[in-house]
């Protein structure tokens, strides 16, 4: 795993779940703690749940080469930046087993963006997970010239770590469902932008209408206001006929450094205990 945040974190500790070894690597100390203490806390209960599960164990490293050692799968989970994706696979194809798949976790970065930083696109490819162990779709999309071995591969590997796994069979910004998310997401954020409702009535709608546990503000605070404000830049550089009305409301709370679930606070408040 490149990155140990919100999704870097989660992702080593579905590949730990049958006894496997993971090598993490974050250059942030006080992030490699934190997800030290997560993975102490969620590892033994997801294994329990799954059949033949086995606590694994996850190495959480500064060191990049050590973390790439023997690694048959690297899949990088940095922050939502094209320029960053496009140096950290330069590194990750220098570096990295001469046969490792070279996989991103991005949310809407083709890999297509960035493969002519790696010599052998072959191996690149998206691989998209949500926010396991709660939300456990993958979403795999190919670089363009990815080996349809590797994607068959992960079809078949992913689901026995608890992830079933879906192909998007053409290239899409956002893949499946981020695409329809995406637009879900901005709608809410212009209605509240446009002064119309608040972020509480909407996802009491929203839970009331499709009976869900959560709506697009509160799912938003888990993703992190500021990944879903550099998600959503990307869709505007994208698509010159949309406007960026719905970036004023995510700037206002990240200002305040409210950035959702991860700092205590985003459209709502988490209590520690929550
Ligand atoms: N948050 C979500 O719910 C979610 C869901 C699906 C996909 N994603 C995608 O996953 C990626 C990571 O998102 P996140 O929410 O985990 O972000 P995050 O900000 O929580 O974590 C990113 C981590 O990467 C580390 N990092 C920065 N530069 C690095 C480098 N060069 N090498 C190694 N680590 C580095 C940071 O220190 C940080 O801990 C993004 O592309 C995002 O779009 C996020």
């Not at 990307?234 to 700037?251: I, M, N």
């Not at 959702?260 to 929550?274: I, S």
């Amino acid at each position: 795993m490149i990155g140990a945040g919100t999704l870097g974190r989660r992702i080593a500790l579905m590949m730990a779940d049958r006894g496997g070894t993971v090598q993490v690597h974050e250059p942030d100390a006080s992030v490699r703690e934190s997800a030290r203490r997560y993975l102490d806390a969620t590892l033994p209960e997801v294994a329990a749940g799954i059949e033949g599960g086995a606590v694994g164990t996850v190495h959480l490293l500064d060191d990049l080469a050590g973390a790439l050692r023997s690694a048959w799968l690297v899949v990088e989970a940095v922050p939502e930046r094209l320029e960053l994706k496009r140096e950290v696979f330069a590194q990750l194809d220098a570096a990295a087993e001469p046969d490792a798949i070279l996989a991103s976790n991005s949310s809407s970065y083709a890999t297509a963006d960035f493969a002519d930083a790696v010599s052998c696109p072959e191996r690149l490819l998206n691989t998209h997970f949500y926010q396991p162990p709660e939300l456990n779709a993958v979403e795999l999309m190919s670089s363009g010239s990815t080996d349809p071995a590797i994607i068959d591969l992960l079809v078949e590997r992913l689901p026995r770590h608890g992830l079933p796994t879906f192909v998007a069979h053409a290239r899409s910004t956002g893949f499946i469902f981020n695409r329809i998310w995406a637009a879900i997401k901005r709608e809410s954020l212009r209605v509240v932008a446009d002064g119309v409702s608040t972020p509480g009535d909407i996802d009491a709608i929203w839970q009331l209408t499709f009976g869900t546990g959560f709506g697009p503000f509160g799912l938003m605070d888990r993703v992190g206001l500021d990944v879903v404000r550099d998600i959503e830049r990307h869709y505007l550089a994208e698509d010159p006929t949309l406007d960026d009305r719905q970036l004023r409301v995510l700037e206002e709370y990240i200002a305040r450094g409210d950035l959702g679930v991860k700092t205590g606070r985003g459209f709502f408040d988490y209590p520690p205990e929550a």
